[in-house]
């Protein structure tokens, strides 16, 4: 029962804030209510690899271990080599790679092993691709003209690259992780061979570094015997050409330098002492004489100078004995006065020493003077030899400009000779080590198990891609299903008041529950303990709610009429419309049996088919009216003529006869005459039911609506979409404010529960299932509609 609209409260805690996105609740929910799809994707995926796995060829992998090993020549070199760095290291590893993986490397394990013949190799078990790819060429070939015959040897070296090639499809090599080891592997149907020319790879690639050692050694002595042949004429003839040159010019030389030379690097020399000693003469006779310059007085206050600068140890001596002077007289004029007869003594012997002083300092700058003078003049007679020798030599510096070019083209030639030759005599020696810089570390066996297809992988695989593929396939359905399910759905997107579920009609699937299913096809006895026949079981769809009271389908439709007393509380009279947004989904049953309930319970109720253009009720009824809604509008027969009372429920029914020149119903609908037979029937009825026609097709209920005083709106659950009623409802303020609240027609109660949330009212009816207890099904006579 729903006559109260529960809010929906999760298990769960969720996040606050705009980053809780996910109602784990929900998706939950939906996991549960699409399991059964992800579990057949599941299945379907698994089956397949099964499948697979049972067709699958059988493919062995036998792989061996190669180790570049720079160390292991080492004993054969003079010199150690550098050690490579990292970026070396991964290019040497990278090539030796590409080495492996090359045509010419195939072409040579090839031809050792003799795999051009082997069919195991040539015709190995083709796959539906190759197959597909097979027969395409096949059948162009039948359409294109046939070449030239194939020659004995074009057709031996056509399977040599043919096998060349399969080769090269099947191996597998790579670095084993930062190391500079090289795994090498080959995939095959047969184990034996498998092993086989993975041995023969290695043995390959050992065999070409040895012979590639060998040429390149090889060539480079060749290279370098001819590079010395060369050289050594070269320097023999620029040696001559120096020789021949200096006899032609007189250039004489000691210890391989001009005579010339050696002399005027001697007097540079000598210039150079000769500029520094003039220079430091020059110093301190300038320094003298600025203290020279400043008068006695000052002459006192400059003696200072250091015993490095002169050794005259006089001049220190009348220092000293200065300021032993002049110490006492400060002395005696501090005690008894600078009158005093020792003061004035002192005084005039400390003016006599400075006098002194000044005479010594004076005899020292005439001295440092002299040597200033002398040193100038060596310098002078420096710079005028100098001049002479280079005059002499200025035509000799041209030939020795030349000469120095022949000497340098000579040395050259004999330092490139010397170095050309080493590198020969260690290229002679380095051919007798065929050392290759490589070793096997892991020989290659006889794989006992196939590596592929790995069946756990396959298997394992196989169900995660079931189950990626059935969750999106799920969420696929989930996100087409946009239609009404359960009563939040209609609470949350129409805000209106939710009534109930009307369940599927038909056989009851829970008979203790009273819950009820209608089956297309049906499977089993409709209503009743045995069969009956089809129009009779048809006709009696509108007394469910009568005949099973103490039902879900009855206790919803008790709850849209709380819904219309609490809605209309003070009117005697109540006008309720039955609408539905498309057709075929229910409100014509709905409708039958809402006005069954109501009179059933006592009250006056007529029922009035106002779908003038597919009326349902009318075709419930056991025999075909004659007169009806639309002669009693039109005021051709009296309304009351035309009504039908069910002797069962004493419900009133207003039915309508179809009239092929009546096209415009909605006029008829708002017509005087139709308000007026409503007016009528208020004074008549406490409840008039209308059963309108579709809000989408047609405006009947439209134009019908003011006389409505309050509407049930029908909607079929998984049928209806949502989008589409709440735009109807939007563009209708109209009908969607006397709308007493929304059910849910058609409703397949066994699945109902799949749909809710966690918390949802759906997911506890088997908890109060003992409301609904199911009465004794009515007798299978047929009950007749009177007038």
Do not use: C
Not at 197 to 214: P, W
Not at 585 to 602: C, D, I, R, V, W
């Amino acid at each position: 029962m729903n006559q109260k609209n529960f809010t929906f409260h999760t298990a769960l805690p969720k996040a606050e804030g705009s980053d809780a996105f996910i109602d784990l609740d929900k998706l939950m929910a939906v996991l549960i209510r699409r399991a059964r799809t992800i579990i057949a994707g599941v299945v379907i995926f698994v089956v397949l690899a099964a499948i697979y796995l049972l067709f699958a060829t059988s493919v062995y992998t036998s792989a061996t271990q190669i180790l570049l090993d720079e160390n292991m020549s080492k004993y054969a070199e003079d010199q150690p080599s550098p050690a490579a760095s990292a970026q070396q290291a991964d290019m040497e590893i990278s090539s030796a790679v590409e080495i492996l993986k090359s045509n010419e490397m195939a072409l040579r394990v090839t031809d050792t092993i003799g795999l051009s013949d082997n069919d195991t190799i040539l015709n190995p078990p083709a796959s539906p691709m190759a197959l597909f790819k097979s027969g395409i060429k096949l059948m162009t070939s039948a359409f294109t003209p046939g070449g030239p015959p194939v020659s004995e040897a074009d057709a031996r070296e056509g399977r040599r690259q043919k096998a060349a090639s399969v080769l090269q499809d099947n191996l597998a090599v790579e670095r084993v992780a930062r190391s500079s080891v090289i795994s090498v592997s080959f995939r095959s149907t047969d184990p034996q061979l498998a092993a086989k020319i993975t041995r023969a790879y290695s043995d390959a690639y050992l065999t070409d570094q040895l012979n590639a050692n060998f040429d390149a050694t090889e060539r480079a002595s060749v290279w370098l015997q001819e590079r010395l042949n060369d050289l050594r004429q070269r320097s023999q003839q620029a040696s001559l050409e120096v020789e021949k040159y200096k006899a032609d010019n007189g250039l004489t030389s000691t210890g391989g330098e001009l005579m010339s030379e050696q002399q005027l690097a001697d007097l540079n020399k000598q210039l150079i002492i000769a500029q520094a000693d003039t220079a430091s003469a020059s110093a301190r006779y300038n320094q003298f004489k600025s203290i020279i310059d400043q008068g006695p007085d000052n002459a006192v206050n400059n003696a200072t100078i250091s015993s490095s600068q002169t050794d005259n140890s006089v001049l220190q001596d009348l220092r000293t004995k200065y300021l032993s002077v002049q110490k006492r007289e400060q002395d005696v004029t501090q005690n008894f006065g600078a009158d005093h007869p020792q003061a004035v003594a002192l005084r005039a012997e400390r003016l006599d020493i400075t006098r002194q002083i000044y005479q010594e300092l004076q005899q020292l700058t005439a001295s440092y003077k002299n040597e200033y003078d002398v040193a100038r003049s060596r310098e002078s007679s420096l710079h005028d030899n100098i001049d002479k020798v280079v005059g002499k030599n200025s035509e000799a510096n041209k030939s020795v400009v030349h000469l120095n070019e022949l000497n340098q083209k000579a040395t050259a030639l004999k330092t490139l000779y010397e170095s050309y030759l080493g590198r020969f005599e260690e290229a002679t020696q380095q051919r007798s080590f065929p050392i290759a810089k490589a070793r096997v570390i892991s020989e290659a066996g006889v794989p006992t198990a196939p590596s592929s297809p790995k069946k756990t992988m396959v298997l394992a695989l196989s169900a995660v891609l079931g189950l990626m593929a059935g969750g999106a396939f799920a969420g696929f359905q989930e996100f087409r299903d946009r239609f009404f399910r359960v009563e939040a759905d209609v609470r949350t997107n129409l805000s209106l008041k939710f009534l109930g579920y009307l369940p599927l009609l038909g056989r009851p699937i829970n008979r203790k529950a009273g819950l009820w299913t209608w089956r297309r096809k049906p499977t089993g006895p409709a209503l009743a303990t045995s069969p009956e026949p089809e129009g009779v079981a048809f006709q009696r769809i509108m007394r469910i709610a009568v005949e099973a009271p103490r039902s879900i389908f009855a206790e919803t439709l008790r709850n849209a009429k709380l819904a219309s007393d609490v809605m209309l509380q003070g009117r005697s009279d109540r006008v309720i419309g039955v609408v539905s947004t498309l057709p075929g989904e229910g409100k014509s049953t709905t409708a039958a049996n809402f006005a069954a309930l109501l009179a059933s319970s006592g009250k006056r109720t007529l029922l009035i088919d106002a779908d003038l253009r597919n009326p349902g009720l009318t075709r419930m009824l056991k025999s075909p009216p004659q007169v009806g809604l639309v002669e009693a509008a039109l005021g051709e027969v009296p309304w009351a003529s035309a009504v039908k009372v069910d002797p069962h429920t004493k419900l009133a029914i207003l039915p309508v006869v179809l009239r092929d020149h009546l096209l415009h119903t909605s006029e008829l609908l708002s017509s005087p005459g139709m308000l007026s037979l409503m007016e009528n029937a208020r004074k008549m009825f406490d409840y008039i039911v209308v059963d309108l026609a579709p809000l989408a097709p047609v405006i009947d209920a439209k134009a019908f609506a003011p006389q409505i005083d309050a509407f049930i709106f029908v909607a079929e659950w998984g049928g209806t979409p949502i989008g589409m009623v709440k735009d109807l409802l939007e563009q209708e303020p109209q009908i969607n404010s006397k709308i007493l609240g929304v059910i849910l027609n058609k409703t397949d109660m066994s699945e109902l529960t799949r749909y809710s949330d966690f918390g949802g009212t759906e997911r506890y009816r088997q908890k109060y299932v003992s409301y609904y207890t199911h009465e004794t099904p009515p007798p299978k006579t047929e009950t007749k509609v009177d007038a």
